[in-house]
T-cell receptor, first 113, second 114 residues
């Protein structure tokens, strides 16, 4: 099967930088994605890494190391609106197929003034 | 451009009843995945539909079934509802195997079983 580990909660100060880590176990790795979900809202896609290295999208960056089965999401210049839950998700071979996108349990980020 | 539309937004059912949830994917998307999200947890994969066929199924009992129509819209059916089926049900659409573009999620259907 597939499994992902990420911290349950993180608190950071407005304007600061925060890193949310994710380690995963899967067979036949295809890629690691990140999603943001505000309370009561739908998950929204943030980024995708299939190859090692850093992908940057505005204030958000995502990193992947396939050899370490590890990735992180980096949020810079934190804003109050960044307070949300962040999920890493992996597509791999679950044994029943390779189309399933499996989500971690999520990291609740609280941005404080 | 309309995103993913799910209906209804909220639903209350009695244990043992059956429920049908509906999803219209984002324009241009051809693949629909259904997820169950319990409070404070990540979405759990139920199944994925492409070309009107169930492409892959997660670890959910046969009480959960689905369908995809020629216009790519989809339904999720749950029979013999249990109290534990109470959750947010999310529909996500995508373009086949285009992982880099990610999934577009609907706002979900909040199902409460009493």
């Amino acid at each position: 099967g597939q499994s992902l580990e990420q911290p349950s909660e993180v608190t950071a100060v407005e304007g600061a930088i925060v890193q949310i880590n994710c380690t995963y176990q899967t067979s036949g790795f295809y890629g690691l994605s990140w999603y943001q979900q505000h309370d009561g809202g739908a998950p929204t896609f943030l980024s995708y890494n299939a190859l090692d290295g850093l992908e940057e999208t505005g204030r958000f960056s995502s990193f992947l190391s396939r050899s370490d089965s590890y990735g992180y999401l980096l949020l810079q210049e934190l804003q109050m609106k960044d307070s949300a839950s962040y999920f890493c998700a992996v597509r791999g071979d679950s044994g029943a197929g390779s189309y399933q996108l499996t989500f971690g349990k999520g990291t609740k980020l609280s941005v404080i003034p | 451009d309309a995103g993913v539309t799910q209906s209804p937004t909220h639903l209350i059912k009695t244990r043992g009843q059956q429920v049908t949830l509906r999803c219209s994917p984002k324009s241009g998307h051809d693949t629909v995945s259904w997820y169950q999200q319990a409070l404070g947890q990540g979405p759990q994969f139920i199944f994925q539909y492409y070309e009107e066929e169930e492409r892959q199924r997660g670890n959910f009992p046969d009480r959960f079934s689905g369908h995809q129509f020629p216009n790519y819209s989809s339904e999720l059916n749950v029979n013999a509802l249990l109290l534990g089926d109470s959750a947010l049900y999310l529909c996500a659409s995508s373009f086949i195997d285009r992982d880099r573009d990610g999934y577009t999620f609907g706002s979900g259907t909040r199902l409460t079983v009493v």
